[in-house]
C-alpha cells in the first residue's frame, strides 16, 4: 500500500539554527512533492512544489530537496524564528491522479 | 481577495442527524476536495470533484454524500451511517492543470456529536 512517513515526535530547535523535516514515501511514482504548514486550527497552507526532475527548490529562508532513488525529500528552514512554529506537511499524488495524500505531519517547535 | 470559505466553524450534531457542511471558493478552481482530520491521522480523503456535476470518492467515503452543482461550491453532507463524525473537516480547491500552487484550504468546520 502507499505510505507517507513523517516523523511522529516533534522537533525541537533553538531560533536561528536550521530545522530538517523528512518526508519518506512508499508505492509512490512522484511527478511531483508538495510541503505545506498548519497553524493549530487551522488549514494548511500551500509552501512549495517540487517536481521530479528537480533536485533542489528555494523559497526565501525554505530549501526543499527530492531524491527519487531515496524515496525521500528534506525541508529545510533555516536561521529558523519562533513564527516558524507549525506542522509541516507533505504530500504526494496518489495514484488515482486526482487528489494529493498527506503524511501525518511533523510539528516543529522554534524557541527563543 | 480570493480564498475559500467554510461554514460553519463550529457545528454540533445530535445522533442520528444529517448536517451539511458549506464550502464555497471564488478562485475559479475546477477542482475541489473534502478531506477529514483527526488528531494523529494526518488528513484523508472523502470526496473530491474535478469538474461540475462529476465526483468521486475517496478512501473514506462511507456516511458522506457530497453535490457539485455549481463550480463555486462544494457542500459535504455528513449523514447517519457515519459512526464516528466527530471530527475537523477541511475543503480545498485546486486548478485542474498542475501548478505551482498547491491546493487552496478553507479554514475548517470542526462537528463535534452531542
Known amino acids: 500500500s502507499q505510505k507517507i512517513e513523517q516523523n511522529s515526535e516533534a522537533l525541537n530547535i533553538q531560533e536561528g539554527k536550521t530545522a530538517t523535516l523528512t518526508c519518506n514515501y512508499t508505492?509512490?511514482?512522484?511527478?511531483?512533492l508538495q510541503w505545506y504548514r498548519q497553524d493549530p486550527g487551522r488549514g494548511p497552507v500551500f509552501l512549495l512544489l517540487?517536481?521530479?526532475?528537480?533536485k533542489e527548490k528555494r523559497k526565501e529562508r525554505l530549501k526543499v530537496t527530492f531524491d527519487t532513488t531515496l524515496k525521500q525529500s528534506l525541508f529545510h528552514i533555516t536561521a529558523s524564528q519562533p513564527a516558524d512554529s507549525a506542522t509541516y506537511l507533505c504530500?504526494?499524488?496518489?495514484?488515482?491522479?486526482?487528489?494529493?495524500?498527506f503524511g501525518k505531519g511533523t510539528s516543529l517547535l522554534v524557541t527563543p | 481577495d480570493g480564498g475559500i470559505t467554510q461554514s460553519p466553524k463550529y457545528l454540533f450534531r445530535k445522533e442520528g442527524q444529517n448536517v451539511t457542511l458549506s464550502c464555497e471558493q471564488n478562485?475559479?478552481?475546477?477542482?475541489m476536495y473534502w478531506y477529514r482530520q483527526d488528531p494523529g491521522q494526518g488528513l484523508r480523503l472523502i470526496y473530491y470533484?474535478?469538474?461540475?456535476?462529476?465526483?468521486q470518492k475517496g478512501d473514506i467515503a462511507e456516511g458522506y454524500s457530497v453535490s457539485r452543482e455549481k463550480k463555486e461550491s462544494f457542500p459535504l453532507t455528513v449523514t447517519s451511517a457515519q459512526k464516528n463524525p466527530t471530527a475537523f473537516y477541511l475543503c480545498?480547491?485546486?486548478?485542474?492543470?498542475?501548478?505551482?500552487?498547491?491546493?487552496?484550504f478553507g479554514s475548517g468546520t470542526r462537528l463535534t456529536v452531542v
Open positions: 508505492n509512490y511514482s512522484p511527478a511531483y
Open positions: 470533484s474535478q469538474i461540475v456535476n462529476d465526483f
Open positions: 517540487i517536481r521530479e526532475n528537480e
Open positions: 504530500a504526494l499524488l496518489s495514484n488515482s491522479g486526482y487528489a494529493l495524500n
Open positions: 480545498a480547491s485546486s486548478s485542474r492543470v498542475l501548478s505551482n500552487y498547491g491546493y487552496t
Open positions: 478562485l475559479n478552481h475546477d477542482a
